[in-house]
């Protein structure tokens, strides 16, 4: 993986303080229950879990944010939106619901949630590219 963006891990007693700082409310009213509602749409194999926090630093213009199950396997995959089928890790399933999820959601006619989220998912997708799993984000995206 390209090293220009480093991810961090967020420590499990930072994570509620770290969404809320960065999408206050948002996070559990609208944005966490899309992310696992998009893996169970996407993935016939996810069955819940637990998800790891990632910050990604700032690039200039913001810190980027996503969440992927806390699981070291593969999961199938079929993108209804575009009848994309392939296999994602864990990390790829969690990039590719969060990209979906800011995507869905910056079309929300409240400004202030649109504009979030359309920042957070430009942040995401420029970490994407440096993930191994690039094109099969793309593909499960696009």
Same mark, same amino acid.
């Given at each position: 993986?390209?090293?220009?963006?480093?991810?961090?891990?967020?420590?499990?007693?930072?994570?509620?303080? $770290?969404?809320?700082?960065? #999408?206050?409310?948002?996070?559990?009213?609208?944005?966490?229950?899309?992310? #696992?509602?998009?893996?169970?749409?996407?993935?016939?194999?996810?069955?819940?879990?637990?998800?790891? #926090?990632?910050?990604? /630093?700032?690039?200039?213009?913001?810190?980027? #944010?996503?969440?992927? /199950?806390?699981?070291?396997?593969?999961?199938?995959?079929?993108?209804?939106?575009?009848?994309?089928?392939?296999?994602?890790?864990?990390?790829?399933?969690?990039?590719?619901?969060?990209?979906?999820?800011?995507?869905?959601?910056?079309?929300?006619?409240?400004?202030?949630?649109?504009?979030?989220?359309?920042?957070?998912?430009?942040?995401?997708?420029?970490?994407?590219?440096?993930? /191994?799993?690039?094109?099969?984000?793309?593909?499960? $995206?696009?």
């Amino acid at each position: 993986m390209d090293q220009s963006i480093q991810r961090v891990v967020v420590p499990e007693n930072q994570r509620m303080a $770290t969404v809320d700082r960065i #999408f206050g409310l948002l996070w559990p009213l609208n944005i966490e229950p899309l992310i #696992f509602h998009l893996a169970d749409t996407l993935a016939a194999d996810y069955n819940g879990g637990l998800w790891l #926090f990632y910050i990604l /630093p700032d690039t200039g213009d913001g810190t980027g #944010f996503y969440i992927a /199950p806390d699981i070291d396997a593969d999961f199938d995959v079929v993108s209804f939106g575009n009848q994309w089928e392939g296999t994602l890790s864990a990390d790829a399933l969690g990039i590719t619901c969060c990209l979906t999820a800011y995507s869905n959601l910056s079309f929300s006619k409240n400004k202030a949630l649109g504009s979030l989220m359309a920042q957070h998912y430009h942040r995401l997708r420029e970490y994407m590219f440096s993930h /191994p799993e690039v094109q099969a984000i793309l593909g499960a $995206t696009d």
